[in-house]
């Protein structure tokens, strides 16, 4: 297997569920067979990310881009932007609004969604 992937290399796609909002998928289980996923998620300007969740994975968060608000069941409502990072347990609710500046996120979900 090769250690490095040229991310420049790698296409957006769609996410599943989330309108407009789309994802790059950097290393999964299917692919590396890591029992780990990560993945850049970009989310432009005005769309959201409604509430959800991830049954079997922790999600970690990490913008490198952007601003917008976040919603995490028994946290209440906090800013998103670079500088905040985020880790979600598995089984709880969640939701990114508010976007007012388009968000790049570094997304990790452990174990391994894909």
Same mark, same amino acid.
């Not at 609710?93 to 508010?98: C, E, M, Q, S, V």
């Given at each position: 297997m ?7 290399e790698l296409t ?8 407009g909002? !789309? ?13 780990v996923t990560?993945?850049l998620v970009r ?9 959800h969740?991830?049954e079997n994975s ?14 995490? !069941?028994?946290?209440?409502e906090? =800013?998103? !932007?670079?500088g905040?990072i985020?880790?979600i347990p598995?089984?709880t ?6 976007v =007012?500046?388009?968000l790049l ?7 391994a969604l894909?």
């Open positions: 090769k250690p490095n992937i040229n991310v420049e957006w796609q769609p996410h599943k569920t989330a309108k909002v !789309e994802i790059k998928l950097l290393i999964s289980k299917a692919v590396q067979g890591t029992d990560c993945l989310i432009s300007r005005g769309l959201e990310v409604a509430e969740i991830h922790d999600d970690i968060l990490y913008p490198l881009s952007g601003k917008a608000r976040m919603w995490v !069941e028994g946290s209440g906090f =800013s998103l !932007e670079p905040v985020v880790r598995q089984g609710k969640h939701r990114i609004y508010d =007012s500046e388009g996120i570094y997304d990790v979900f452990w174990p894909l």
